[in-house]
């Protein structure tokens, strides 16, 4: 065959190129031809010149599966929302030696753009929040132009306000409350994906319930991976109440060490669900939303657990272990059959690189590969003991990255960076560098003539010292030195290698901020205001304290208050004079409009000229109604037959006191019918389940002069079986503002 002579090369034809479907967890684009095109020792070798042309492109390699299959593996997983399409190369015949006859061209796609649901997750007298959530991350700004919010009572449109800022799966908005109780959602089809290219397709309508009524709203269940526990988030139309005792959450097929948790909108349910099984969540009606709305009624949600994504997880990914040791580190696997394990040593010449994040054929050679295969049963979780001694025969020491690649999906690996070393590092910063001590990880004792050295994030070797008989070396090197700071601090005697990230903070408590805030450069001004929300008109009293970088009060000088609007617009600028105390304290009177805008303002303090502010607090202007009333209900007893009246005492207080008297009392009863569990029959429920909620009348009374009053409220005649009795007591203060206080019964 000469080469260029297409028309004497022989003829292939594609038979089929998959997978055609679920390319979202697909790891390899596999190319089936009519006839064997590969040699016994190509099979499972890289292909030099790709054959096909993938467009966009997409991180991967080719290479030949058997003699008639050429597949394409990617490096990551591919994102969703996306299409690609498929067609031979410009030099596919001199790649493949063959001429391609039949169709050559193909499209892919990964799972288009999808509205899951929409729902609101708050509602005040003027606003309704909307959370809209989608099957992947979209772009705030995009939905927003692709959106339509209608009020269906007055058929007029809304305006949202995106209260989400960057990219995500669930976008949150903010919306003029509609006059009726619905409200219709709408997202055309040209909307796509963060990451995608593939449109929603067509519009998505959705028609979101906006009632004040406390309810749950759906469950999502989050995809478990290698840890035992799974995550199921039971979310709910309003926030719940803060520090209230969550009642007893039921879940059936129990869970053994299911912790229960409250978290904003969310009850969270944490515990070992076992893939596959399908549970019903029972969440009691007594649970309490921050307004003390309760459901009413218990609310029963059903959702299934899915299977374990595969996964590989080494979980201490870098640390050190010593040559005399057993050199193990542990790794998790699940839904793996087998997976590639390579070692690469790093040179010690590029360690900086290496930890800098470059690759590893950059920064060491290969050392060793090993195919490890796995007996695994679907969604059993695995630990195995990888042993360094065994792949690094021997383990000499040195510095190695080590990386498990599953066989399927190809994309799915994990990486650890391990140092088998004796020495251990300990860095001290000093004004001008480093105070270093190498002791021996063997028996602690230092370890004298190590070459301690400063490379700096561009590889640059700034200063080497030689540790003392103590172990002990200085590294000078300043922030503003001509090649830059201390990055890197590396220890070396022999062939022996270790080194440490000196600002990397290892000891880090979970969820507790410890960052703290720059030293001051300059002045330093702490600012306060004297409550953290003002209405509409009220005067914000400020105060400020000024000091030195040292703590020290400063001499008396003018300074200047910068306003910043909840638009982002600065108002005129407040000067402050200077102070007359010996403590450089002041007072500054910033009025607000009563048609102001509200929302959060910002106050910063500068000296005259000056961009940088040496202090700032916030303030919220809202127009708000504080609370100036106490109202508690309680039933006379804990239970009442059928027939005698339930009696509900009310009592109101003014928080400055004294009692609320001669107030009317609103009393409105909700009775629902209540089933009832027996110890004899514990997996039993009893009810009659054709009864349903009872209407009953209101009740008005008034307050006595000890502001005290007394409801009784007739429920029923001859009903039987039993019913709980929500009860909750309205009363009116003089201007028309209402103060509610609940509280429950049962009737048997």
């Keep these: 065959v000469k080469f260029g002579q297409s028309g004497d090369l022989p003829r292939v034809r594609l038979l089929a190129v998959t997978p055609t479907d679920n390319l979202d967890d697909a790891d390899r684009f596999t190319f089936t031809f009519d006839g064997p095109l590969a040699s016994p020792q190509s099979i499972g070798q890289p292909v030099g010149d790709a054959p096909f042309d993938i467009e966009p492109a997409i991180a991967g390699k080719w ?10 593996l990617f490096e ?73 919010l209608t009020d269906t009572n007055l058929d007029r449109k809304l305006e949202p306000i995106m209260l989400t800022t960057e990219s995500a799966d669930r976008i949150v908005m903010r919306t003029t409350k509609p006059a009726g109780q619905k409200l219709e959602v709408k997202v055309d089809g040209a909307l796509t994906s963060d990451a995608g290219n593939l449109p929603l397709g067509q519009s998505a309508t959705r028609m979101v319930e906006v009632g004040r009524l406390f309810r749950m709203i759906d469950v999502d269940v989050s995809r478990p991976g290698v840890s035992a526990n799974t995550t199921v988030w039971l979310r709910f139309s309003h926030a719940l109440k803060h520090g209230q005792t969550l009642p007893s959450i039921a879940v059936d097929p129990p869970v053994k060490g299911m912790r229960v948790s409250r978290n904003g909108y969310n009850v969270r349910l944490y515990g070992p669900f076992q893939p596959g099984t399908r549970y019903t969540a029972n969440v009691p009606a007594t649970l309490l939303a921050a307004d003390e709305q309760t459901l009413g009624s218990d609310a029963t949600v059903s959702f299934e657990i899915p299977d374990r994504r595969p996964s590989l997880d080494i979980p201490v990914g870098r640390g050190s272990l010593m040559p005399q040791g057993n050199l193990l580190i542990d790794m998790k696997a699940v839904n793996i059959d087998a997976f590639d394990l390579t070692a690469h040593r790093v040179h010690p010449n590029n360690i900086v690189a290496h930890v800098r994040g470059d690759s590893r054929q950059k920064t060491g050679r290969k050392f060793t590969q090993r195919k490890i295969k796995l007996n695994s049963k679907l969604n059993e979780l695995q630990t195995i003991a990888i042993d360094l001694r065994q792949l690094l025969e021997g383990g000499a020491p040195g510095v190695y990255a080590i ?6 999906p190809y994309w799915m690996r994990e990486r650890a960076v391990v140092a088998i070393t004796n020495l251990a590092i300990t860095a001290k910063q000093q004004r001008d560098g480093y105070h270093v001590w190498v002791s021996s990880l063997r028996d602690a004792k230092p370890v004298a003539g190590v070459t301690v050295s400063a490379m700096t994030y561009n590889n640059q070797t700034i200063q080497q010292a030689t540790t003392d008989e103590q172990g002990f070396a200085v590294l000078k090197g300043t922030a503003d030195h001509p090649d830059g700071a201390i990055w890197l601090v590396t220890a070396q005697k022999g062939g022996d290698l270790c080194y440490l990230q000196p600002d990397r903070r290892k000891w880090v408590l979970d969820e507790v901020d410890q960052t703290g805030r720059d030293h001051p450069s300059t002045y330093d001004a702490m600012l306060y205001t004297e409550r953290g929300v003002f209405r509409p008109g009220d005067t914000v009293h400020l105060t400020g304290i000024v000091r030195e970088p040292d703590g020290s009060t400063p001499p008396a000088m003018p300074l200047e208050l910068r306003i910043r609007r909840p638009d982002g617009r600065l108002l005129p600028t407040v000067h402050v004079p200077p102070t007359t105390n010996d403590q450089f304290l002041f007072h500054v009177d910033v009025p607000t409009h009563v048609d102001g805008q509200t929302g959060r303002y910002k106050f910063t303090l500068h000296v005259p000229g000056s961009k940088s502010p040496i202090g700032s607090t916030t303030a919220l202007v809202e127009t708000f109604v504080p609370v100036r009333m106490e109202v508690k209900a309680k039933p006379t007893k804990p239970r009442f037959g059928a027939d005698e009246p339930v009696e509900i005492d009310v009592n109101a207080k003014y928080l400055f006191g004294q009692p609320a008297a001669g107030l009317p009392v609103k009393v409105s009863p909700s009775v629902q019918p209540m089933a009832f569990k027996s110890k004899r029959f514990p997996t039993h429920t009893f009810g009659d389940s054709s009864r349903s909620s009872m209407r009953v009348s209101e009740v008005n009374v008034t307050l006595d002069e000890k502001g005290a009053g007394k409801a009784k409220i007739d429920v029923f005649g001859d009903s039987g079986g039993v019913w709980n009795v929500d009860v909750s007591a309205s009363v009116t203060e003089i201007g028309g503002r209402t103060v509610t206080g609940r509280t429950s019964t049962v009737i048997d």
């Design 63 to 72: 290479q030949w599966s058997h003699a008639d299959q050429l597949v394409f």
């Design 403 to 408: 990386e498990a690649r599953a066989e399927r």
């Design 76 to 148: 990551e997983q591919l994102p969703p929302g996306r299409q690609w399409s498929i067609k031979p190369a410009a030099n596919f015949e001199s790649a493949l030696r063959r001429k391609l006859v039949g169709e050559g061209e193909y499209t892919f796609q990964t799972q288009p753009l999808e509205l899951l649901t929409a729902h609101s997750s708050a509602v005040d007298r003027q606003h309704v929040t909307l959370e809209l959530r989608f099957n992947q991350p979209v772009r705030p700004g995009d939905v927003r132009r692709h959106l339509t």
